[in-house]
Structures are given as C-alpha cells and as structure tokens.
C-alpha cells in the first residue's frame, strides 16, 4: 500500500499470447481506480516481483529479464520510478556464477538510510543500492562447502542493530538434470 491509501501493483504483461512479456507498473487510488500503468522493457521474457514506495515518493521494483539466449541469460533487474511512473533508471544485475535457469529475485525494501537493498540470484546476492541507483555494495550468500546447495533471499528485513535479516530457502542442487529422479 502507498502512502497516499493507495496501490502499487508489479508484474508482467504482453500484448497478446504471441508476445513476450514485459514488465509492468500499475498505480491504483484508494478506491481502486487507476491512476496510471505503464509497461517497460520489451527486449526478452521480463517480470517484476515486487514493488515499494521510495522516500521521494517514486516507486522501485525488483524482477527479471531474460534475454531467451541461453541457461545463463536470467539476470536481476531494478527500476526506479517517479511518482507518474516514468523511468528514472533501471538496471541489470548478474552473478557470472548463477548458474539457475530458474531467476529468484525476491525483494527490494528502503533501507533506514535512505537507500535500496535488492535481494536475488540463485545463489542469493544481496545488493545496496543508492537512489540512483549506484551500487554501495554486494554481498553473496555462500553455499556449503565444496558446492552443496545454494540459497534463495525471497524477504529482507532490517535488522535493529543494523544490517539485514534474510529470509529464504534452500535449493538441492543434484546432477540428474536433464534425467530425473536420480
């Protein structure tokens, strides 16, 4: 919900069920009339997840993109919004070990100072972001040694005495595919 009792809602949209998706914004008021939607992107099969309110009363959202070229072409993707919904910056996220066919970007909350953290990947990353979208600093959430499972950030919570809690799940990686069960 925005501060105004209104809504945000994030997602995807295609023009038909010939096209690729693409993302998608819609801001409702409080009765549940739009007040604008836009759709953004257009280059591959593309979804936001989340979306939030910012401090300056634009919006930002979390989601995917895939480029439709390869097993590695999902990548965590980050817009930010004004308060109409035109872009002010958006930008592409990727760890050169993802190796999940699978995109798990999750969350995007508004950090105490005034910035952005963004939760994805498989394995998990957690960026900081600032409102211009900069990167402050990445951290990657480490998988067992020597391989083992990987771990998915699906919310973020700041923690009281500063930093992040992450809450997720963790993902069995086994050699069967394409042949499953192993």
């Not at 009792?5 to 998706?21: E, H, M, R, T, V």
């Not at 040694?145 to 919310?155: F, R």
């Amino acid at each position: 919900q925005t501060r105004d009792g209104g809504f945000i809602l994030a997602g995807q949209w295609a023009a038909s069920s010939n096209d690729p998706f693409v993302l998608f914004l819609m801001k409702l008021d409080a009765s549940g009339g739009v007040q604008w939607q836009h759709a953004y992107g257009g280059g591959g099969q593309e979804t936001l997840t989340r979306a939030i309110e910012t401090p300056d009363g634009g919006f930002a959202a979390a989601g995917w993109y895939w480029g439709g070229d390869a097993a590695h072409s999902f990548v965590e993707y980050l817009i930010k919004v004004d308060s109409s919904g035109q872009i002010l910056w958006q930008k592409l996220f990727q760890d050169p070990n993802d190796y999940s066919p699978d995109p798990t970007v999750s969350d995007v909350i508004n950090a105490p100072d005034g910035n952005l953290v963004f939760a994805g990947g498989n394995p998990a990353m957690v960026w900081k972001l600032d409102q211009q979208g900069n990167v402050l600093w990445v951290q990657r959430v480490p998988t067992q040694p020597g391989g083992g499972n990987s771990y998915a950030v699906l919310a973020l919570l700041p923690a009281p005495e500063g930093g992040y809690y992450g809450v997720g799940q963790e993902h069995l990686i086994t050699n069967c595919y394409p042949n499953p069960p192993c």
